[in-house]
């Protein structure tokens, strides 16, 4: 059976170089790609943050785009706690953005929005800036 094609993710918080879930200590290895932006809105979960996507005041929220297989998407879902349906604590979106110059099909996860209420809104879009590891 042939290889999937690799795939590419857009990580904006604990799976950032240097954060908590480091993507680049995870196994099999991702390919750094280059740094992408996208539209939303960050807010302090916890220890980590949850991005919801674009909205009336949506900020530019920066992030590292990887090279990713099958596998390593696996272990992502279970860090983010994918599971099906509405009580999944993230959801995957997909969507283009831009890296180098091009667009590329990127997973983002994206927090429930039922996880927001009442979490702290951070008003710039770099978890790094505000919660360095």
Known sequence: M????????????????????DINRLRPAPRYVGMGEVKGRLYRIDWYPGLTLGGEEAVTVVGEVYEIG????AVLDEIEQIMPGE????????LAIEVLGRPLQCLVYEI???RVRGKQVIGHGDWILFHPA
């Open 2 to 21: 042939p290889e999937a094609s690799p795939r590419h993710v857009f990580v904006y918080g604990t799976l950032r170089r240097g954060g908590r879930n």
């Open 70 to 73: 099958a596998e390593l998407e």
């Open 87 to 94: 009580a999944s604590e993230y959801f995957k979106r997909e």
């Open 112 to 114: 429930n929005p039922e």
